[in-house]
């Protein structure tokens, strides 16, 4: 069965240094997601993504945070300098262009930074 | 704007016994329904969704959920739960097709022998 990918499981940073999380989707999806959980909080969303731009972003999203598609294959979060308050578990998503629309998640990466 | 509310934080149960999770959503349009466990150090797996259609929608490992429009409510339930079904279960919601997904605090459930 298809699944969605990422890399790495777990990354360990100093605070203000760049760090890329990366998303392999279910090949023939064309919506691409990104959601965080932070330890003892809900997940929350931070942004869509479909045909090559962003579709919507949350208010967490800001200049830190960048998404790419930089091939046919990979989906990217570049957090450009990172806070403590950015360590979570970090969850790409996936969906269909046609139904039933349901979001496939991959199995996180946790981000710690330090 | 839309919210869910899962209304138990942490629910233990005993092996076979039936379980139920709560969920409430508040929305002025109509909305997706969908229930997603997470088993220890894994990701999101989806066990059910409503779209439209039948109230009562049924998922993987005998769970299934009914959707309440009147009382605005998606509850999750098990008639016997077993010792791997310990995980946290999260309720979500969203109002259009590809938008995004509005998550509930989660609801552990702890099956103890």
């Known amino acids: 069965e298809p699944e969605v990918t990422q890399t790495p499981s777990h990354q360990v940073t100093q605070m203000g240094q760049e760090v890329i999380l990366r998303c392999v989707p279910i090949?023939?999806?064309?919506?691409f997601y990104w959601y965080r959980q932070i330890l003892g909080q809900k997940v929350e969303f931070l942004v869509s993504?479909?045909?090559?731009?962003?579709?919507?972003k949350s208010e967490i999203f800001d200049d830190q945070f960048s998404v790419e598609r930089p091939d046919g294959s990979n989906f990217t979060l570049k957090i450009r300098s990172t806070k403590l308050e950015d360590s979570a578990m970090y969850f790409c998503?996936?969906?269909?262009?046609?139904?039933?629309?349901?979001?496939?998640f991959g199995p996180g990466t946790r981000l710690t930074v330090t | 704007a839309q919210s869910v509310t899962q209304l138990d934080s942490q629910v233990p149960v005993f092996e076979e016994a039936p379980v139920e999770l709560r969920c409430n959503y508040s929305?002025?349009?109509?909305?997706?329904l969908f229930w997603y466990v997470q088993y220890p150090n894994q990701g999101l797996q989806l066990l059910l969704k409503?779209?439209?259609?039948?109230?009562l929608v049924k998922g993987i490992n005998g769970f299934e959920a009914e959707f309440n429009k009147s009382q605005t409510s998606f509850h999750l339930r098990k008639p016997s739960v077993h010792i791997s079904d310990t995980a946290e279960y999260f309720c979500?919601?969203?109002?259009?097709?590809?938008?995004?997904?509005?998550f509930g605090a989660g609801t552990q459930v702890v099956v103890t022998p």
């Open positions: 090949s023939n999806h064309l919506y």
């Open positions: 409503y779209l439209s259609g039948s109230t």
């Open positions: 998503a996936s969906s269909q262009e046609t139904g039933p629309y349901e979001q496939y």
């Open positions: 993504f479909y045909n090559n731009e962003i579709s919507e």
């Open positions: 929305s002025s349009v109509s909305v997706y």
């Open positions: 979500a919601a969203k109002t259009d097709s590809w938008g995004k997904l509005q």
